[in-house]
């Protein structure tokens, strides 16, 4: 009296099976997580934030994690265009470095695969001067 509804489920993939799908991987494929900042990265990048806002240089920052880099904007002024972007874009790794540095004018200062020596495009120069 038990009716076998599997033989009514099985269609052109009878012999497959079933097949279980991963629904982290699925969400993956469909809708990619964006590209973030590290712990690691954002302390170097903070760390240079914050030396320059106490020289009065920089005022705000933003960060965006897009679908294909993230971007760390620092600004003089809140309303204003962003005076630098400090940018990860993971399919350059290969290339030219997954990190830059982009100015306001979109001219990339320094571009490179260690973030550590891309930042240092902020350090400035020390000079003698004559007492």
């Known amino acids: 009296m038990t009716e076998d509804f599997s033989s009514e489920r099985r269609g052109a993939d ?3 099976g079933p097949v279980v799908v991963d629904l982290r991987e699925y ?20 760390w ?4 320059m806002v106490g020289e009065g240089e920089w005022k705000d920052y933003a960060i965006d994690h897009l679908k294909d880099r993230a ?9 204003e265009m962003p005076l ?3 940018e990860k874009n ?10 830059s540095v982009v100015n306001t004018h979109g001219m990339i200062l320094k571009r490179g695969h260690d973030l550590r020596q891309v930042l240092k495009v902020f350090d400035k ?7």
């Open 14 to 16: 009878s012999e497959a």
């Open 27 to 46: 969400r993956q494929s469909r809708d990619p997580l964006p590209v973030t900042f590290h712990r690691r990265e954002l302390d170097m990048i903070l």
């Open 48 to 51: 240079i934030y914050g030396r």
């Open 71 to 79: 971007v760390f904007s620092v600004f003089k002024r809140s309303g």
């Open 84 to 86: 630098y972007r400090i």
């Open 90 to 99: 993971p399919k350059l790794a290969a290339k030219q470095g997954a990190y």
């Open 125 to 131: 120069v020390l000079k003698l001067v004559d007492p």
